[in-house]
């Protein structure tokens, strides 16, 4: 075989198939199945002898034991005891598991924290039944449960127990397709039919013929093992014999129980042969006894999971389980193989197999019978480290790293040829010669009449480690410092006629590498792939080389493995990428096509070693592990489609260990959630039951509420948490196998509770406290208060008295003030309207003695005099509102007649300054209580005063109704005034009187826009209403 080792992050490894003459290896090759586990008794500690196996809906194994249940979840064992403590003898599954004990039976069923608990049903039985033994049958049967005994044949329905009796005993019972089968010690094979045991066709013979083993045969007839007859088929009327040569076995073992195996195949346990596998044909497709890796050849019970696995109850050695799915089986110290593996290489059809403690060949028997041990590994010789081996017609030659060559001739006689370190041997064309990369040079030997005589090719000094030749002849040679040497030999092959060397400025990439021919072209092997030359009609001198991804198959990162070692044969590759294996055929493209060898598929150490004979056994190194799969022989069976989730198995405190959550779903369901107090630091412990793999699953968490990141990937099947505050969480857990599977993910709401002190009920106790501690405060604070203020009343009432005194006076002054001003104002008034009086009365007399210029500003004299003239009446009359002298007649007055009328008065004025007037008023009567004289004092002053100043445009008076208020307003597009001119100053002192407010939006320029707004009447007048009645009729 050729080798390369290389420092390696990603191993591949790439190997042709080597020619193994001669017939396939059979059962005497076999080894122990792979997978397969023995659970001793001190892994589960409980008893050493079981009685039976079954599965729950959820994946779940159960054992029956001395001790009680087993359970086992693929990652830790649990034990459920019976209601006494009594020995379990036989276990039926469906949702729940039930149970036959001695002297008992009854059923799993998980309590309020869904921990599985044994509940019997001895209390159901009819008290005159209630003497019996052991209960050697369960089984479930479309809601009914049958537990048999010797004495009876028990039924459950949920409700009650019924029985059925027998006058000589009850041996064994079966379920075949629905039906329950049922061998009487008297009677004969029964079956039950209508609630009654119904003797089948030709039963009659099993009254002195035990029964142990009833199964379906794909022919359709039911396949019957007994102990002294053998295998029997039955078509429903008679019974006739099926693989006779096995009955003798049968005899002198003891058929104890069978089962059903995917792919028609049939396991028949043994109380000292082991377990023998059949096929539908009756051939025996293997035996498992200690050669096989099964502690104990005594099997009560065997069964087959839903992955095809099969689980073997020990009378005195545990539980042993095995993968008989695929024909892989493994070699190891258990079958003489010791060391790591090297090496494989079969000569003569016979394996041999080169460790780190010597060359071991596997030894078998021609004579072997059914039942004897398979064959073993023993150790040939005692030869120094081999590092490679290579078979030339009837004899060996091992290259060793210590005393160059040895070879092993037809009378397996050692001979010492050679030289000391032997890295590679290569036989060329001739087959006279074989070439060695030995750790100083070349080597050679050649074959004559005397034996084999060594020569060194001088020319090629370096540590050669690899060696390949092409059809031509042409040697190539890689070194260890990381050259590849392509050599042509001279016509005897002893001698150098040229060289040319090759590296890293050819393409090559740096580091080792080695040499192998594939599909006829030169292939360099290094750790970063495979490399060939790019353009071979260029002189040799001038090759260039380039990597070839199409050698290797078209999976995800393919491009960035690296490549281990490579063997070639024909038109087929074998390719170990990290944990896979590929098998590869040449398409006539040159490409290849590629298929997976799922069997294989598993962890694997930095330096596989791969052989594969030419009938298709495959032989697989791995550290100090030997595989053996029977490649192209039609034998793998496909499995059964299990589902793999991951699940919560159990909760408990880290303090003292107590179960708060036992993994089953009548207790705290998948979609329930789990409360617990606050202060419990929580362990949770997971599990995926799915059996069929080799390395412990991996396991990634998160705790949402805590964190919405998932933990790394971890074979720690539990988690703890501490210092959980209370709160809402939900724990989520996922799996993933050795195959890269991912499991679904398995969920746990967890609700933590608050502490008491944090609890409603305490929160609603320190409101109630602070309620009356606040209260009391009140109360105290009041009384505090009362005396305060009482003393305070008393020193406020003496000022209140002199301030009050103060105020009295300041009240007189104020109104002396007020009134003094009063009549200031009306004083002044008055003085001012009576010369003003004059001055327009002398107006009229004017008029008649001017000329009509003149007259135009005698008009402009009386206007201003009118406007002056209103002003002060205005201020008069607010003098006398203020005063009191005259009184504000409030009636319900329509402001929009008032703003028309003022409208009317004024439009003339404002045409004669060419501008218009607009008058915008509502159907229905605008009223507020108002004084109508001062209203319309109002009114007119804003018109007045927006004719005044503006010299175009319009001046627009609407009125109306908003949010409860009437308005009357004014809009220009003067030059704008301020705010405080007087006019508007008197107009919204008058308004004011009469609960009014007047608005002013203004801007230079612009213009200026007067709002007045009043109530709005709560009463109409009677015009008013007279109009509305009249509307209405």
Known sequence: MTRKWTEVTLLLLLAGVRVAAGQPGGQEELGIPFPSEHYAPPEYQQDPQNWGVVQDDQGLIYVANNDGVLQYDGE??????????????SLAADSLVYVGAKSDFGVLRPDSLGVPRYTSLYEHIPEGERDFEDVWGTHVLDGRVYYQTNQYLFQWNETEVKSWSSEEG????????????????????LRMEDDSLELVPGGKIFHETPIYTMVRHPSGDLLVGTQNKGLLLYDGEAFRAFAPELT??????????????????????TLGGGVVVIDAAGQVVRVLDDSSGLPDPVVNHVYADREGQLWMALNSGGVFRADLNAPLTVHDERTGLDGTVRSIHEHRNTPYVATGSGLYVLKSREDQVLGERSASFEK?????LIGDMLSVGENLLAGTQENGVYQINTRNRLEEVGWSVTNHLLKARDGDIVYAGSNSRLKGLRRTQDGWNPFSIEEIQAEVRDLAMEDDGTLWASTIGGEVLRVILSADGRRVRSTTRYGEQDGLPQGYKGVEVVDEHITVVSKKGLFQVDDASQAPGAWQFARRPSLLPDIEGADTLTVETIENMGEQLWVVLEKRVFWGKRREDGSYQWK??????????????????????????DGRRLFRYAWGQGRDIEPPTADFSARVRQVTTLRRGRIVYGGHSSGPADESTLTVPYGRDLRVDVGAPLYGTVEPHQYRYKLEGRTDQWTDWTTEASQRYRDLWEGTYRFRVQARNDRGQVSEVGMLPLHIRPPWFRSRWALFAYGIAFLALALGYRRYYQIKEENRRAQERVRKLERERVVAERLKKANERLREANRLKEDFLATTSHELRTPLTNILGALEVLRDMVTDEQEEFL????????????????????SMLRS???????????????????ALDLRDDAEEKGLSVRVDTPDTPVQADVD????????RNLVENAIKYTHNGHVAISAGRTNGQVYVEVEDTGIGIDEDFLPNAISARLAEQMDGTIHVETEKGEGSTFTVEFPRSSKMSSETNASRTGETE
Not at 262 to 268: I, S, V
Not at 380 to 384: N, Y
Not at 932 to 939: G, K
């Open 76 to 89: 830790r064992w649990r034990l459920i005891p019976t209601a006494a403590g009594t020995f379990v003898r």
């Open 170 to 189: 009850f041996h064994t019972s079966f379920t075949v397709d629905g039906t329950l089968y049922v061998r009487d010690f008297g009677r004969g094979l």
């Open 248 to 269: 003798s076995y049968l005899q002198e073992n003891d058929l104890y129980h069978g089962c059903r195996l995917p792919g028609d195949r049939y396991a028949l346990a």
């Open 380 to 384: 040939w010789g005692d030869l120094p």
């Open 596 to 621: 997976a060898v799922d069997p294989l598929q598993f962890p694997k150490s930095e330096r596989p070693t791969l052989s594969v004979g030419r009938e298709g056994t495959v032989w697989l190194g």
């Open 859 to 878: 008009d402009m004299i009386e206007a201003n005099g009118q406007r002056l003239k209103r002003t002060l009446n205005a201020l008069l009359d607010l």
């Open 884 to 902: 009191g002298e005259e009184d504000l007649e409030l009636t319900p007055t329509p402001l929009d007649e008032c703003a028309r009328r003022v």
């Open 932 to 939: 109508e004289q001062y209203l319309e004092q109002i009114v």
